[in-house]
Nanobody, 121 residues
Framework: QLQLVESGGGSVQAGGSLRLSCAAS???????MAWFRQAPGKEREAVAG????????DYAESVKGRFTISQDNAEDTLYLNMNDLKSEDTAMYYC???????????????WGQGTQVTVSS
């Protein structure tokens, strides 16, 4: 059972930056991965996705140009660099692995426990 552990969340003022990390407990066997987020009272939404080789990335419109997803295959770690953060980015952020759907923003088999990001204006 693959385990994912997120880190890097915290509190930041609007306009600031954070870098989230997601470490896998074992080799990911080249799975596609993604970041999702969920704010209180809202549905979970896909933020960014990356193919198993890292050659293709996708982003939600709301974060394009501000967030960057990347991975370090040697360390089995997924990253999300977040710049120019806004109050509406406040949410619990989750990483996910092993895509089950055709769409990058769809369903995944493995999920982390999440890391909280709070942006104050």
């Amino acid at each position: 059972q693959l385990q994912l552990v997120e880190s890097g969340g915290g509190s930041v003022q609007a306009g600031g930056s954070l870098r989230l990390s997601c470490a896998a407990s074992e080799r990911r066997y080249r799975y596609s991965m993604a970041w999702f987020r969920q704010a209180p009272g809202k549905e979970r939404e896909a933020v960014a996705g990356i193919s198993s080789t890292g050659s293709k990335t996708d982003y939600a419109e709301s974060v394009k140009g501000r967030f960057t997803i990347s991975q370090d295959n040697a360390e089995d770690t997924l990253y999300l660099n977040m710049n120019d953060l806004k109050s509406e980015d406040t949410a619990m952020y989750y990483c996910a692995s092993y895509r089950l759907s055709a769409d990058w923003s769809g369903s995944y088999k493995y999920w982390g426990q999440g890391t909280q990001v709070t942006v104050s204006s």
